[in-house]
């Protein structure tokens, strides 16, 4: 069954801890995504990458780190320097090519500070 | 870069009413316009999206109205159902150049049926 998988569901964190979250598509994807989500708010960009070995900053990727070293895999790391990380993080993924095709979302992690 | 607004926050109707979410956008060259559907602890599924050079799209009781002039669009749905309570997003897709594929979403809209 194709999809975006998203590992774990649940996650803690403690005082300057780094951790990392998961996010594995079996859907051959090249563009991968890492949004971060709030009570009452929109979902914000934090990173995405558009084909293996490159990825860009988006609007809120000060605290956190990626890499996408295979194309399945784009895993975000917390770093202690995120000073609010607790949130509901989404991981998403869309074919490549004119940008129109539909962006794929994982269900989830929920991280909260410990 | 691009904003998206999105109204009411929260929507309460009866079952069998029909339900109105309207967003707008300030990037007059975005050109895709999707709308997701998040249910409690899930990810946000897609449930129907519009291109800028169509301006109406339906998919049962779902419809998606575009108005580029106005830099508009709307989530329509009719006789709704208990199961459509979920949050519902709006997004539009930035301009080309490096935020190829990237999409703004709306703030969310809380749509609650009443049986």
């Known amino acids: 069954d194709g999809g975006i998988t998203q590992s774990p569901k649940y996650l803690f964190r403690k005082e300057g801890q780094n951790v990392t979250l998961s996010c594995e598509q079996n859907l051959n994807h090249d563009a991968m995504y890492w949004y971060r989500q709030d009570p009452g708010q929109g979902l914000r960009l934090i990173y995405y990458s558009q084909i293996v070995n490159d990825f860009q900053k988006g609007d809120i990727a000060e605290g956190y780190s990626v890499s996408r070293e295979k194309k399945e895999s784009f895993p975000l790391t917390v770093t202690s320097a995120q000073k609010n990380p607790t949130a509901f993080y989404l991981c998403?993924?869309?074919?490549?090519?004119?940008?129109?095709?539909?962006?794929?979302f994982g269900d989830g992690t929920r991280l909260s500070i410990l | 870069g691009e904003n998206v607004e999105q109204h009411p926050s929260t929507l309460s109707v009866q079952e069998g009413d029909s339900a109105v979410i309207k967003c707008t956008y300030s990037?007059?060259?975005?050109?895709?316009f999707p709308w997701y559907k998040q249910e409690l602890g899930k990810g946000p599924q897609l449930i129907i999206d519009i291109r800028s050079n169509v301006g109406e799209k339906k998919d049962q009781r779902i419809a998606v109205t575009l108005n580029k002039t106005a830099k508009h669009f709307s989530l329509h749905i009719t006789e709704t159902q208990p199961e459509d309570s979920a949050v519902y997003f709006c997004a539009a897709r930035a301009a080309g150049g490096t935020s190829y594929g990237k999409l703004t979403f709306g703030q969310g809209t809380i749509l609650t049926v009443h049986p």
């Open positions: 998403a993924s869309r074919q490549g090519g004119t940008g129109n095709q539909p962006q794929h």
């Open positions: 990037d007059s060259a975005s050109n895709y």
